[in-house]
DNA sequence: TCAAAACATTGAACTAGGACAAGAAAACAG
DNA sequence: CTGTTTTCTTGTCCTAGTTCAATGTTTTGA
């Protein structure tokens, strides 16, 4: 499968799209080769794009005061990144970071060729609306997690939900991702191995 | 101010509607008044309505494994409640209640009508869409929060977010939103009080 | 108006998870 | 292949926040 088909085939869960606006979305898209290892977003900058992931793994992140990342989302294939913390709207500088893990494969817009496709294919506003939508469900339920659950549940579902995860990134980003040290994950996962 | 000016002034921050638009957006929307402590939406049930708060304040939340609420959002005057779980699109039912806490009125689209609406008046999509990018935005922030800051920490932002909550609502559903057990909020408050 | 219920406070004992340190194991670049 | 860097593990000590319980305060509603 090529990667057209691959972002076609992924947003047509969502809405039906006929050829011709399938074929402006992939008119329209930028193919980009990123290098693992590269921030492709800064703090302070403002994210200039929403990228598909064809194939690789970015995280996204915050700085806290202390100087310790929180990971925000991890995006693998067929997901999107992008940060839109106010920033598109309102010019407040995000305090976001966006890097690549992996060697990686995106198909990106612009916020012009974005707004330039929903012109001239309004439907596909309708599909990034569920988008969000499913990204804010979980990241809510992400959110009641990290709040109620142990570090041993939030382990443990994190492993079904990205089962391939652990074998790609390295283990202290998963502890970040679910808010713990990565020296107690270190704990957690012993306790888990002799059971 | 009436409460379709209201609404029509809260959407056309977003995307600038003309009159004719506006008047379908009004003619599409149901009124209704709630009760204080009415649960809107149950765990289990499919939710059937975005509603937009003209008065009033509601809870959004979750129950965990030990049967402690997480509360997942306050929404007061200008702010739209719904729990978009999947479920709209899966027919998973949600595990979110939605419950008033004061005497509230409402604006509400059904699925229905908020179809309806986006055929006459496509241009409410991008609207709608912003409206989901901020509530993310807004949500991702508050798990960098929750992870990252002392419970000190929380409350304060909380304050400045919020300015208004602690006089309407007990503070054990601030505690819960903060991810903290409502005894320990109460001591943040009382060493707060002796600075 | 008053009893009941819900809410808030405070203290004492406890625990999940953090911070630090030191060593082992992998991964990586030259 | 080999030294360097990054990652992972394990132990010890520590603390922010929890749990439980008792008491006081406010709100509610009949």
Not at 23 to 46: A, D, F, W
Not at 66 to 75: D, K, P, W, Y
Not at 76 to 98: C, G, L, M, Q
Not at 136 to 151: D, G, H, Y
Request: net charge negative; charged share 30%.
């Amino acid at each position: 499968m090529d990667m057209y088909e691959q972002i076609d085939q992924s947003l047509s869960r969502y809405v039906s799209f006929s050829k011709e606006e399938l074929e402006i979305l992939n008119s329209l898209l930028e193919y980009r080769k990123v290098p693992k290892k590269t921030i492709m977003l800064h703090e302070g900058e403002v994210c200039n794009f929403e990228a598909f992931v064809v194939k690789g793994c970015v995280r996204k992140y915050f700085i806290d005061h202390n100087g310790f990342e929180v990971i925000l989302q991890f995006a693998i294939e067929n997901a999107w990144v992008s940060d839109i913390s106010f920033s598109h709207y309102e010019d407040k500088p995000s305090r976001t970071f966006i890097e690549t893990m992996e060697d990686c494969e995106f198909l990106i817009f612009s916020p012009e060729t974005k707004e330039e496709l929903l012109k001239r294919a309004p439907r596909f506003e309708r599909a990034f609306r569920i988008l969000f939508e499913r990204n804010l469900s979980v990241t809510q339920n992400r959110l009641f997690n990290t709040i109620s659950k142990t570090a041993m549940e939030k382990y443990l579902e994190f492993l079904e939900m990205y089962p391939t995860l652990p074998q790609r990134v390295a283990q202290h980003y998963i502890a970040s991702y679910l808010g713990i040290s990565a020296e107690f994950l270190s704990k957690v996962r012993a306790k888990l191995a002799k059971q």
